[in-house]
């Protein structure tokens, strides 16, 4: 039976929750930076799963070694050891100069047992008063949707009609180094933030701000947790973002492209002893560390360093941040990126970015608008420079079109 794409649409609206609104294009098949979907046609991919899809779609070898070790062993649960967890570690460690791994699945997993594990330090080994910890974060952060991480939240949406939430976090303004010193108290153990906000619409916070906050945060020995489940492994054109600012964080939140989007696979990573507070019962998942996801991660690790993803990603997002600032459209607000970490912010008069993104659809360009009027473009980090240039062509066309 072929289902045509308004069946797809029907059922989905019929039976699934109205959580997104995809653009209405059903997807069957990838590779590399491109996408077809169900009717045959092609698109380049500018979203990759929202950075998940670093590697370009199902990478053959993510895949082997996603099938090798789906026929020997998938899940063991940590009551038991497995042959690819150590190994994991081991290379993680090494790619990311960490000392403690501790792995889970989703993204927000990662934060939930980042803030678990500061919290802990900041009671056992800073020695706050039991119940007082406080987490400082960043207005119009991302950090996922679990209770506890809405709770959070500036945006509206994401925290309406969800509460009560979770105590113990303060919010200041991003890029604010002034505001973090004056939030900082004697019970304040982490500050939570993104290196550059995806969500928020790819914000570069001001150059100089990220040492400040490196030097308060040492200063009032307060864990700096920096959210690299978006920016890390390449996609800002460097392993890590945090090494645009050359600074270290004590905590490493990394997740999405980790298993190059065959896998949720997510570890937080730590340079010093927060990690090493955790007991046996204390924390823990079903999945997190198990042996495919740890196979498949280390495949997704490999290829990103052995294939040059990483250099490629500062080249390709070079071309892509100039050729998008070339282009004379005046529905443009600003043009801004760093690596393949790209947006383009329209003019609230040049209406939704929305309808931008369907006319980049009609063109072959798959991305997809963040709020109402920025379009993020984030293609998968193999990306050539002739691809780029392709799809520069239909950013041009798409961006000066008259919907009147
Ligand atoms: C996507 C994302 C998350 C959440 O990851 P999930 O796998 O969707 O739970 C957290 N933080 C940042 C910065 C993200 O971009």
Not at 211 to 223: D, Q, Y
Request: proline share 4%.
């Amino acid at each position: 039976m072929n289902l045509s794409v308004t069946d797809f649409l029907a059922t989905e609206a019929r039976l699934g929750t109205y959580n997104y609104e995809p653009i209405g294009v059903v997807l069957s098949r990838g590779e590399g930076v491109w996408v077809w979907d169900t009717e045959g046609n092609r698109y380049l991919d500018c979203l990759s799963a929202y950075s998940a899809v670093s590697q370009g779609h199902c990478h053959p070898k993510i895949l082997a070694a996603m099938v090798e070790q789906a026929h020997r062993l998938t899940l063991t649960s940590r009551a038991f050891h497995n042959d690819q967890l150590a190994p994991f570690y081991e290379e993680i460690a090494a790619l990311t100069g960490s000392h403690k791994v501790l792995p889970m699945n989703s993204g927000a997993e990662a934060v939930e047992s980042a803030i678990k594990s500061v919290r802990k330090w900041g009671y056992e080994v800073k020695g706050v008063p039991d119940g007082q910890a406080e987490i400082i974060v960043c207005t119009d952060n991302f950090h996922g949707r679990t209770l506890g991480v809405v709770g959070f939240s500036t945006d509206i949406e994401t925290r309406k009609h969800f509460g009560p939430f979770a105590p113990g976090f303060k919010i200041i303004p991003f890029g604010d180094a002034a505001a973090l010193e004056a939030a900082i108290t004697q019970n304040t153990v982490a500050f939570l933030v993104e290196p550059i906000q995806g969500e928020a619409g790819v914000i570069i916070p001001p150059a100089g701000y990220f040492t400040k906050v490196r030097e308060l945060c040492t200063a009032s020995n307060v864990m700096l947790v920096l959210d690299e489940i978006q920016t890390g492994l390449g996609r800002t054109g460097k392993l890590l973002a945090e090494q645009h600012e050359g600074i270290e964080a004590d905590v490493t939140l990394l997740g999405k492209a980790l298993s190059g989007g065959f896998y949720p696979v997510s570890a937080v990573l730590s340079n010093n002893e927060v990690l090493g507070t955790f007991r046996p019962g204390q924390h823990g998942s079903t999945f997190g560390g198990n042996p495919l996801a740890c196979a498949v991660a280390r495949a997704a690790m490999r290829v990103l360093i052995e294939e040059g993803m990483i250099e490629n990603a500062a080249k390709q997002g070079a071309r892509f941040l100039e050729g998008l600032k070339d282009i004379r459209a005046n529905t443009i607000r600003e043009v801004r990126g760093r690596g393949l970490m790209l947006a383009v912010e329209l003019h609230p008069e040049a209406g939704r970015a929305r309808r931008y993104c369907e006319a980049l659809q009609a063109n072959g360009i798959l991305a997809k608008d963040t709020h109402e009027h920025t379009i993020r473009i984030a293609p998968p980090l193999v990306i050539t420079g002739d691809q780029v240039d392709w799809a520069l062509e239909r950013f041009a066309t798409a961006l000066t079109q008259d919907f009147s």
